[in-house]
């Protein structure tokens, strides 16, 4: 999914179905899934520069001290992200991330306001929205929301709004606690700034984008080329 500026606001944020459709193509064929070799890197980037700590708390998981740092910034209503997260994420995570050769970190970068919507709910715990999820409820939401990206970025009746507030409550969310947290204007304003940040400082401008011991690659991975990219740094 590629970037185009977007400048939002709690007036904006899922308020017409139009806009909040986006125009997504979540065909589960449409993927850009990279053949068994080593992807190309379109960049390169100072990792020390990225690691810096930006507008919201990393949602980091594994070994700080890890040879490998991956830095995936993504959109919540990206099908390429998704398809991503639901089939290769796991792997990767079981296979380097647990075993302390990798540290996986996620970033937002937002495409539109159910992108937005989906990452304020994602950043903030339902049972107090004034603190921030836990990097396991960050997770656990992400996960959810993705493996449900149809049904609540382009629900059947158009009705997106309603179709992410049932499925914020699987995750404990209320009706008050869902529109307490779609008016945080602070946590608005930090996701946008870890977009613009990713676009401006590391030349993000398409989703997922992975930024790997210094390289920026692009595009859905499958579990055999980013192993086999993992392993070409072990």
Sequence with gaps: MMFSSLSLSRRNLLGSAAATACGLTLAG?????????LPESQGKVDMADVLQAGPLPEMALGDEKAKVTIVEYMSMTCPHCAHFHTTTFDAIKQKYVDSGKVRFIVREFPFDPVATAAFMLARTNPSNTKELAAPQQYFAMVSMLFKQQRAWAAPADGNVR???LQASKIAGFTQESFEATLTNQKLLDDVNATMKRGADKFGVNSTPTFLINGNRYSGDMSVETMS???DSML
């Design 29 to 37: 064929s449409a993927t850009l899934a990279f053949a068994a070799e």
């Design 162 to 164: 309603n179709a992410l």
């Design 228 to 230: 086999a990219l993992i």
